[in-house]
């Protein structure tokens, strides 16, 4: 189990052959900012996180955000991410509905951004 979203998320742009400087370039970032992140002088911000899994959707997130190795686990039905809710125990109904803020946190700040550049 690697140790921390600062490695694995390393990890993840080294398995997809990205270099710091491309993938700074591709998210609109400093390659310091991701230096930084490689060295641990500072976390991986959550929404850069989510960002990478618009950018690479075959990451696993469990596996990125704790670690845990998904291989022997059961592949979740294909459905609306409401209905996941739905179906699974109370820990992981938790665990979604956080994500599901979070996600929602990020596009009302975006928003607000696009809205203050347009005017």
């Known amino acids: ?3 921390t979203i600062n490695v694995r998320f390393m990890k993840i742009l080294a ?14 970032t400093s390659r310091a900012n991701i230096s930084n992140w490689a060295t ?7 929404d850069r996180i989510i960002e990478l899994f ?25 459905k609306e991410f409401t209905g996941l809710v739905q179906d699974q125990n ?13 996600v929602i946190f990020l596009q009302q700040r975006e928003l607000s951004r696009y809205k ?4």
């Open 40 to 46: 641990h002088k500072s976390a991986v911000p959550l």
């Open 15 to 28: 398995e997809k052959k990205i270099s710091q400087v491309e993938y700074a370039k591709k998210i609109g």
């Open 116 to 119: 203050q550049q347009v005017g």
């Open 54 to 78: 618009g950018n690479f959707p075959d990451v696993d997130i469990e596996w990125l955000l704790t670690g845990k190795d998904r291989q022997n686990k059961p592949e979740l039905p294909q």
């Open 90 to 102: 109370i820990d992981d109904k938790d665990y979604i509905i956080q994500l599901q803020r979070e």
């Open 1 to 3: 189990m690697d140790c």
